[in-house]
């Protein structure tokens, strides 16, 4: 399948596949929605259903649109084999810079056995918070390395028993050190002021 | 600020650090530690260098500990002590320090300008 075009509103999701409601007693934070994330999509990912079909899959476009805003260009190789799920690569070119991301997921018996890995070099995140409207002064790169493997009885419990590695780096270019050089702190400076009121330290 | 540098091993579920910095014009934060994914509990010291002259400082480590839901940030009273007999000791030690350890720069070049891991395909 190939498109100059996508937009993403023609794309509502599926009554079945949308979020559940939140109880009342369920975790929040960025690791309650990854549980509820990696609980769908052990739904959607049902041996039932992946061993239902083969297919492969091929999606290049050119540009992404989410009503009038270009979002992304990409491509993504998807292959569904005896129940076996492959993805590589999902390449999403997006205005900071380029992530690239490959998985693999298989059913064997009662348990899952996945793998991933993303790569995303010099990413300018500035731009894309800028454009989601989260922070005007947000400016810096950012580069990620991960490569993760595991098998588990279900997907929510993959990285208690993941191995693999995270390489993460920050290049902040309005982010200040402040607090950071505070900690290294140099008493004779600081108690000078006590002595003589007149001159601040530098 | 320089970098922020987060380096980690992964193996059945316990994540430990192969590199954990922050790296600023004035001084540079040295990160030890571990998460453990299966029983969320963690356990990381962060131990600052200043840059440049740094005589009678102050460098206390900071410890977090916890688990992954619930983080607590703290200084020891044994760093506390060691830090003031290092501040009390500087003249002498940081000569030394430099000599073994060499300056770092201020513009973190040496940790910020390629500081991920070579990607093994």
Redesign the interface.
Known sequence: MAAPSIQIDDFPWPPGLTEPPAQPDE?G?L?GSASRLAGRTDRLLSAAFLRRFDATLDVNTKEVLSGSDRLADGALHLQLRDGHLHVDPAVVNLPGGTMRLSISYDLKGSEVEFAATA?VERFDYGIIARRLGRAKDLRGLF?L?LK?KGTAPSLDAI??????????????TE???GV??L??????LQLLPLIDPVRSPR | MNCIVGRFDLADGDLSDDKLLIDTTAVRILGTGRANLATEELEFVFHPRPKGLALFRLQTPLRVTGDLGNQKFGFERSDMVESVLRLIASPILLPIERLTLGPLPRDGADVCADPMRAVVR
Do not use: E, H, T
């Not at chain 1, 990285?159 to 902040?172: E, H, Q, S, T, Y």
């Not at chain 1, 900690?183 to 004779?188: F, G, H, I, M, Q």
């Open positions: 975790g934070g690791r790569q580069s390395d993760l990285m208690r028993n993941a191995n693999g590695r995270l390489d993460i780096a920050v290049w902040p982010l200040r050190s950071f050089n900690w290294s702190v140099n008493l004779v």
